[in-house]
């Protein structure tokens, strides 16, 4: 069975820049991500520099990471990060009450995460502790990280040798401050963000990007919060904070029961995908407030947390949220890119919670060196050509009717379309199960010099890469793609995700 669909792309209608950023990264101290996943220590059998494990950054490295969002989620609000520098002998450990109360040692800290952005090419993004910090803790943090002169700060960086400043200019005040960063009132949050943006200083030439920690889901309350405070600071609002947060996870089932990551069938699928299509509905309602406050769009909304939520793996530690990534994650992904690119103009970061061995992550390691690249990562790296690419108008007409399921519709095509130089890219998921998309490209204002497709899909929505059977969903090229007087012509088989690049 299959469906047509005509796709017009108006080539020569410049929207907003994608930002690279919106393909950004998340590792928390949680379960086996850091630990076992970024960092082995230097005594591993494993190939690590400083203890970063080499095939990790390797496979990343792949991907063109823009950023990397670290100590956490939760954590962030109960670490302090001078616990985490100096000799590995002399760090204190700490009971890492959110993820399993496991011990952590604090042997992955501020210079090994430094390290391994280094190692990645991805900016640092910081996050901060409110919760249970100091204005005065993280105003040390900025200072010790990125001053140039001499400064205490400064010393203490040189005697655990370092003597440069690093730049990093994105900060997260503070994390789901409503829940486990504080559980604090929106307005008791503003007060006290207010204080630790206002001591998070500029230092020589890192200007800071202040992140406020935001809303989850469809909590516009927080989010006017936010900019109510931030709009009646006198002068320039983005003096103080230059962007707000909001999270969004996609669990179709209810916290205590999301569903396995593997084995579901076809309602627990289109559940899923109507929940993932919501993120257009969350990002539409906080960027409407957000509008109504700052209509020049100067403050940026960053989604830092988002993706797949799972029953964590059968025998695995329910604290360490270790799961497997099915083809459907792979389409979740497609489907969220494909919202990004529309909101890029207030859009101007996200996260994927996250890089290593947990949620929706694009690595699956085990301490032999087993490493394995999931659906969702082939995404990611399918869809590199739009990173600062200039995103261009989609509109899909002759489309078939939306899949309707308890009085929600899916739409069964999604796609979005950039241009940069003299190349655009085209992204196109089909989340039908069972019928394969016909689909005209109608591309207007350009002409077509080349093009060359890739597709992602198997014959199972169900599945997975894996330590036994690696290559179960990997991108082969898409073949049969046939020009047609108004552009071009192509099948998309069922469940699968497909980019095409254009030589214009
Ligand atoms: O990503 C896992 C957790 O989800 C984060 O620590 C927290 O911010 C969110 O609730």
């Known amino acids: 069975m299959s469906t047509e669909s005509r796709i017009v792309i108006d080539l020569d209608?410049?929207?907003p820049t994608i930002s690279r950023h919106l393909y950004g990264h998340f590792a928390e101290h949680l379960g086996r991500c850091v630990y076992d996943g970024f960092y082995v220590g230097e005594s591993s059998s494993l190939p690590n520099e400083g203890g970063i494990r080499l095939d990790v950054v390797e496979a990343l490295r792949a991907l063109n990471i823009p950023n990397l969002r670290w100590p956490g989620g939760c954590f962030a609000d109960e670490y302090h990060w001078m616990n985490g520098i100096g000799p590995l002998a002399d760090r204190p450990g700490m009971v890492n009450t959110n993820w399993g109360n496991v011990?952590?040692?604090?042997h992955f800290g501020t210079h090994e995460f430094m390290a391994l952005c280094e190692l990645l090419g991805a900016e640092p993004y910081v996050n901060g502790n409110v919760g249970s910090g100091t204005v005065q803790e993280m105003s040390d943090w900025v200072e010790y990280l990125t001053r140039d002169g001499d400064s205490p700060m400064v010393r203490l960086r040189q005697a655990n040798g370092r003597d440069a400043a690093w730049k990093v200019p994105?900060?997260?005040i503070g994390n789901e401050a409503w829940g486990c960063g504080g559980n604090l009132s929106a307005e008791a949050y503003v007060e006290l963000a207010r204080r630790y943006a206002t001591f998070c200083k500029d230092h020589d030439g890192n200007k800071l990007y202040r992140i406020a920690a935001g809303a989850s889901d469809h909590d516009l309350a927080w989010t006017e919060a936010l900019m109510k405070a931030i709009s009646s600071l006198g002068g320039e609002p983005r003096n103080l904070f230059q962007a707000v947060s909001v999270h969004y996870y996609t669990v179709p089932g209810t916290w205590e029961h999301k569903g396995s990551a593997t084995d579901f069938d076809l309602d627990d699928y289109y559940r899923t995908m109507i929940k993932a299509q919501d993120i257009d509905r969350v990002l539409t309602g906080h960027s409407t407030v957000m509008d109504a406050y700052d209509p020049q769009r100067r403050i940026g909304l960053v989604l830092d947390e988002w993706?797949?939520?799972w029953d964590v793996e059968p025998g695995t530690n329910p604290g360490f949220l270790y799961q497997q990534n099915a083809l459907r994650d792979a389409l979740v992904a497609g489907l969220h890119f494909d919202v990004f690119h529309r909101h890029a103009e207030r859009l101007v970061m996200a996260n994927i919670a996250q890089t290593v061995n947990v949620l929706q992550a694009m690595l699956l390691t085990d301490?032999?060196?087993?490493?394995?690249?999931?659906?969702?990562?082939?995404?990611?790296?399918?869809n590199k050509g739009h990173h600062d690419a200039t995103s261009v108008p989609v509109h899909l007409v002759d489309r078939q009717a939306p899949y309707e399921l308890d009085g929600k519709r899916l739409e069964l095509l999604s796609a979005s379309a950039s241009v940069k130089g003299?190349?655009?890219?085209?992204?196109?998921?089909?989340?039908?199960?069972?019928?394969?998309?016909?689909?005209?490209?109608?591309l207007r204002g350009a002409t077509i010099r080349d093009h060359r497709g890739r597709l992602l899909t198997a014959p199972e929505l169900q599945a997975h890469n894996s330590m036994a059977d690696p290559q179960a969903?990997?991108?082969?090229?898409?073949?049969?793609?046939a020009?047609?007087?108004?552009?071009?012509?192509?099948?998309?088989p069922p469940h699968s995700f497909a980019t095409i690049e254009l030589d214009l």
């Open 13 to 15: 209608v410049p929207g």
């Open 103 to 106: 011990v952590e040692n604090n």
């Open 170 to 172: 994105y900060w997260g």
């Open 307 to 309: 993706g797949t939520w």
């Open 367 to 382: 301490d032999t060196g087993g490493l394995v690249l999931t659906p969702t990562y082939h995404v990611f790296e399918m």
């Open 422 to 442: 003299d190349h655009a890219l085209v992204s196109i998921t089909n989340l039908d199960p069972a019928a394969s998309a016909e689909v005209v490209l109608d």
């Open 473 to 481: 969903v990997v991108p082969v090229a898409l073949t049969g793609i």
């Open 483 to 492: 020009e047609d007087d108004r552009g071009l012509r192509l099948t998309l």
